[in-house]
């Protein structure tokens, strides 16, 4: 089969997302979107227009998915591969590569244990976390095509929240919905592991993660509150407190990089972006998310964010992105699925499909724009049991109330509904909704009402083509008022026939039944005639059945016909005996047959399934099927009642195919050899870094990608960079966020730690303000005093004067007050200095940036570019470097490191004449 042409492009089409369920949701830069939903995983992609299907598939797992994750780590050309971390229930861990659609990396854990979060380490391809239903973390190495554990960590809580630092790769952050938490911190000389003590917060949380803006802070959610926590100061500041009758809260973004003091707020059936840090919320933009069709509380399973960009997947496998744009959120891209298990479902030219449901919902998809469902008709108070394609783009859908029933003709370029029943019939109390028989041609439709009325009509199909998107407007006529549509199934003949009469049609001139009382009718059709239709034969096939009949169907020269009570009768018109075969108590539901009509495949309502030949042969298919239709004469879609999902299946045994690929992602970057990709990012002219980032994130050279959004064109914050690629002026806000922030608690904790802030913001009045201002009765009140009199004490023999008190606090461990006095000397690059030391890499940039001149600010930045590469943290030391606008340093360590690829790259980032830093092809070298 040829994977670019089939109307279904994932081999597991999710049809069912229940509440009770695990549910997933993974980002990539690349525009790749992952969510798993029970044991299945769908995998779409963004072609900036909408979501389109990728992959649907089990991805060798055999129990209900726990967690999934991409690779961002880089390889020796600067890409990322195209790694996923699949875990499930069952304890299995693997790792899949997605070009080539196999497990390359396999791991069981013992004991019942199994994975909850599976992380990949922040800038490795071979290394990853794992932490199990018993409280453990693992660290894996991948390697030679095995998964070992390096080390083990374990907490005495139920992990339900797992991250590690953006600033620091080296602390890990563990903690539980019920409260606990505890941090893992990894030596960076010995890669020992410490423990801290399990910590408990006063509430139960909803979420809980690193706060983006600042280092060893975790923001904390409950239902009510956020807060931040400072890990170094065991000090919680309040940021957002709502009523306890308002929606509960499901987690909180910080969206923009460029505004510290923006959030959005997730509930359950919308969000609210504030961008002030008053608790004046009269500006806030109110997004409301995507109503599923059914009633539900809530509206989301899981939300994610990346780039700007917030993602949501709802109840009904709903899937939405918002972007942040111009200071506001708006909706630009929306991808509905089968929002319910289909009753029926057709395909037409191996092209359009429709799937059905029970709550009345009619969904139709166009592989040619697109595999993503893009239509939907809703019949409320109406159950849709049957459908079937009458041209490329007009079907027929057999429905029934609690009063009504109906067959409608719907056309989808035309936007027209037209319902082919008489009222009289549709008020008829039947048990069962009409059944639907078309010619194998389509030019010929034959409904069965009550199971005692055959209504006949002819069809010219016109086959118009394209398609249209956004909301339907229905034209709704009834059966005696005209359509705006010529092609419209026009009444020939009604015949009345026994109670329990069932059809089908053999050819285009012949319509065969058979009745409950075991007699067949074969009627012959011809248009050119007066009489149109007539009875053509009669035989008594059968003494009469102890059960109804449910289907029939021709195969070969026999009449198939399937029972209430799970009997399959093959019925031979010229005398030969009825052959019965037995399916079981339940009854058969479908008898699909083959192109060709050679054979059939049987369902039943227990959903075992049978394959029958026109030889007589007759067996079981070990496949738990509910419905099975053909695409085309070789696949399938075969609707699996455990796995909740639509499978494409072989014609044989009904086996799991390939999975096709649509044709609107044959020219996507995921679907292009390195060779391309590495072509893709370097343009024909020079653009803007910005414009190259987008390159870079599309082709997944998320390495450079990241580091480039450190550029001095941009005053985003990035945990890589921190505070170096700052102007003035973002840097003044910054540090104006931070006091904000701490100035909110109400002890004098972070006292401190404001008047430090206010010193490396040149505001020495308000530093000594707040130090003399210090209450007696604190045990500091001494020291703050002596600290305040050093202000401006900043010739050399002053400063040499109180080197040996700086150098004991030092050693005693105090080593913030003797930053402090550093700071307050003018000792600046010494205060940075230690400031490395310590870890505070954060705070050292910032200091840097505010304090220092050119030379002694590139001689710290130098430092703490060396201290990232001791450490191992190669891009965080490249991102500093470009941040700073070091280009030719940055490009010189990648080489160091033998990437020369990505060195060459750097190498094209050239400064303008305005000042600003742009992408020149031309400067590209290997």
């Known amino acids: 089969m040829n994977e670019s042409q089939c109307a279904v492009s994932l081999c597991e089409t999710l049809v069912c997302s229940r509440a009770n369920e695990n549910h997933g949701l993974e980002i990539t830069s690349s525009g790749i979107i992952t969510f798993f939903s029970g044991n299945i995983i769908s995998i779409f992609y963004d072609t900036g227009k909408s979501f389109e299907p990728w992959l649907g598939?089990?991805?060798?797992?055999?129990?209900?998915?726990?967690?999934?994750?991409?690779?961002?780590?880089?390889?020796?050309?600067?890409?990322?591969?195209?790694?996923?971390?699949v875990s499930d229930k069952s304890g299995h861990i693997l790792l899949v590569d997605m070009i080539s659609r196999k497990a390359i990396g396999y791991y069981t854990l013992d004991n019942g244990s199994y994975a909850i979060h599976t992380v990949w380490h922040q800038s490795s391809t071979s290394h990853f976390y794992v932490t199990t239903s018993k409280g453990e973390v693992l660290f894996f190495v991948f390697l030679h095509g095995q998964m070992n554990i390096l080390w083990t960590v374990k907490v005495d809580f139920k992990i339900d929240f797992f991250q590690i630092s953006p600033h620091n790769g080296r602390q890990i952050f563990v903690g539980s919905k019920s409260g606990e938490f505890a941090f893992i911190t990894i030596d960076k000389n010995t890669f020992a592991t410490t423990l801290s003590q399990t910590q408990k917060f006063n509430s139960e949380l909803v979420d809980a993660k690193y706060y983006p803006f600042k280092q060893s802070t975790i923001v904390f959610v409950t239902r009510v509150t956020i807060v931040l926590y400072e890990v170094d100061k065991n000090i919680i500041l309040p940021i957002y407190f709502k009523g306890t009758q308002q929606d509960p809260l499901i987690t909180v973004y910080f969206p923009d990089p460029q505004q510290e003091t923006a959030f959005l707020l997730v509930f359950q059936n919308h969000c609210h972006y504030h961008q002030s840090d008053t608790v004046d919320y009269s500006s806030t933009q109110n997004i409301y998310f995507l109503t599923p069709f059914e009633k539900t509380p809530s509206s989301v399973f899981k939300t994610a964010f990346s780039n700007k960009r917030l993602y949501v997947l709802g109840y009904g496998n709903t899937l939405q992105m918002f972007e942040l744009r111009n200071k506001k959120f708006w909706c630009t891209r929306i991808s509905r699925s089968i929002c319910d298990v289909p009753s029926d479902f057709d395909c037409i030219n191996n092209e359009k499909m429709?799937?059905?449901?029970?709550?009345?919902?009619?969904?139709?998809?166009?592989?040619?724009?697109?595999?993503?469902?893009?239509?939907?008709?809703?019949?409320?108070?109406?159950?849709?049991?049957?459908?079937?394609w009458v041209s490329s783009s007009s079907f027929l859908v057999s429905m029934k109330s609690k009063d009504t029933q109906k067959v409608l003709y719907i056309d989808i370029s035309t936007f027209t509904i037209k319902s082919l029943l008489k009222p009289s019939m549709e008020k008829m109390g039947s048990t069962k909704p009409p059944l639907i028989c078309v010619s194998p041609s389509k030019?010929?439709?034959?409904?069965?009402?009550?199971?005692?009325?055959?209504?006949?009509?002819?069809?010219?199909?016109?086959?118009?083509?394209?398609?249209?998107?956004?909301?339907?407007?229905?034209?709704?006529?009834?059966?005696?008022?005209?359509?705006?549509?010529?092609?419209?199934?026009e009444f020939i003949k009604i015949e009345f026939v026994s109670n329990g009469t069932i059809g089908t049609f053999s050819s285009d001139t012949e319509f065969q039944t058979f009745s409950a009382d075991g007699h067949g009718h074969k009627y012959k059709i011809d248009l050119r005639m007066t009489e149109l239709i007539y009875p053509s034969r009669l035989s008594q096939l059968s003494s009469k059945p102890t059960k109804l009949p449910t289907a029939c169907e021709v195969i070969g020269d026999y009449l198939c016909v399937g029972f209430e009570n799970g009997d399959?009768?093959?019925?031979?018109?010229?005398?030969?005996?009825?052959?019965?075969?037995?399916?079981?108590?339940?009854?058969?539901?479908?008898?699909?047959?083959?192109?060709?009509?050679?054979?059939?495949?049987?369902?039943?309502?227990?959903?075992?399934?049978?394959?029958?030949?026109?030889?007589?042969?007759?067996?079981?298919?070990?496949?738990?099927?509910?419905?099975?239709?053909?695409?085309?004469?070789?696949?399938?879609?075969?609707?699996?009642?455990?796995?909740?999902?639509?499978?494409?299946?072989?014609?044989?045994k009904l086996q799991p195919i390939l999975a096709t690929i649509s044709n609107i992602l044959q020219k996507m970057p995921i679907l292009q050899v390195t060779e391309q990709r590495r072509k893709n990012i370097i343009p024909s002219t020079k653009v803007s870094i910005e414009e190259e980032i987008?390159?870079?994130?599309?082709?997944?050279?998320?390495?450079?990608?990241?580091?480039?959004?450190c550029s001095?064109?941009?005053?985003?914050?990035?945990?890589?960079?921190?505070?170096?690629?700052?102007?003035?002026?973002?840097?003044?806000?910054?540090?104006?966020?931070?006091?904000?922030?701490?100035?909110?608690?109400?002890?004098?904790?972070?006292?401190?730690?404001?008047?430090?802030?206010?010193?490396?913001?040149?505001?020495?009045?308000?530093?000594?303000?707040?130090?003399?201002?210090?209450?007696?009765?604190?045990?500091?009140?001494?020291?703050?005093?002596?600290?305040?009199?050093?202000i401006d004490m900043n010739t050399n023999s002053q400063q040499s004067s109180i080197s040996p008190s700086v150098e004991t606090l030092i050693n005693g461990g105090k080593i913030q007050d003797a930053i402090d006095i550093l700071l307050l000397t003018g000792q600046n690059v010494e205060a940075a200095k230690h400031l490395i030391n310590y870890g505070a890499y954060s705070y050292a940039i910032v200091l840097a940036k505010t304090l220092m001149n050119q030379e002694?600010?590139?001689?710290?930045?130098?430092?703490?570019?060396?201290?990232?590469?001791?450490?191992?943290?190669?891009?965080?030391?490249?991102?500093?470097?470009?941040?700073?606008?070091?280009?030719?340093?940055?490009?010189?360590?990648?080489e160091q490191f033998e990437l020369p690829f990505p060195a060459a790259i750097v190498r094209c980032i050239i400064k303008g004449d305005d000042g600003k830093y742009f992408f020149d092809p031309e400067k590209f070298k290997m």
């Open 57 to 85: 598939s089990l991805l060798g797992t055999s129990d209900a998915i726990t967690s999934l994750s991409w690779c961002r780590g880089m390889e020796s050309d600067g890409e990322t591969p195209l790694n996923i971390l």
């Open 354 to 388: 429709c799937y059905v449901t029970q709550s009345g919902i009619i969904h139709v998809s166009d592989s040619k724009v697109s595999s993503a469902i893009s239509k939907y008709y809703m019949f409320a108070g109406f159950s849709i049991s049957h459908v079937v």
């Open 443 to 489: 030019t010929l439709i034959a409904l069965i009402i009550d199971t005692s009325i055959l209504s006949f009509y002819s069809y010219k199909s016109d086959y118009i083509s394209g398609s249209s998107s956004g909301s339907d407007n229905l034209n709704i006529t009834s059966n005696n008022e005209s359509t705006h549509s010529k092609n419209v199934p």
């Open 568 to 652: 399959f009768g093959v019925y031979d018109w010229y005398g030969a005996p009825p052959q019965i075969f037995t399916t079981g108590d339940s009854p058969i539901n479908n008898i699909v047959p083959s192109k060709d009509h050679s054979y059939c495949f049987i369902t039943n309502g227990s959903s075992n399934s049978y394959r029958f030949t026109a030889e007589r042969c007759f067996e079981m298919i070990y496949v738990p099927a509910l419905n099975v239709k053909f695409l085309t004469s070789d696949v399938l879609l075969v609707h699996n009642k455990y796995k909740h999902s639509l499978t494409l299946s072989t014609k044989n």
């Open 694 to 709: 987008e390159m870079l994130n599309k082709n997944m050279f998320f390495f450079l990608a990241d580091a480039f959004s």
């Open 712 to 790: 001095p064109n941009n005053n985003s914050y990035s945990a890589l960079s921190t505070c170096a690629n700052f102007d003035e002026t973002r840097i003044q806000s910054y540090i104006k966020t931070i006091i904000n922030l701490y100035e909110r608690d109400n002890s004098s904790n972070m006292k401190l730690d404001v008047m430090r802030l206010h010193l490396v913001n040149q505001n020495k009045e308000k530093a000594f303000e707040m130090l003399i201002s210090t209450d007696p009765r604190d045990p500091n009140f001494a020291l703050n005093v002596i600290k305040a009199s050093f």
């Open 856 to 894: 002694e600010y590139k001689a710290t930045i130098d430092k703490i570019v060396n201290a990232f590469f001791e450490e191992k943290r190669i891009k965080a030391g490249i991102s500093i470097l470009i941040a700073c606008g070091m280009f030719e340093e940055a490009a010189k360590i990648l």
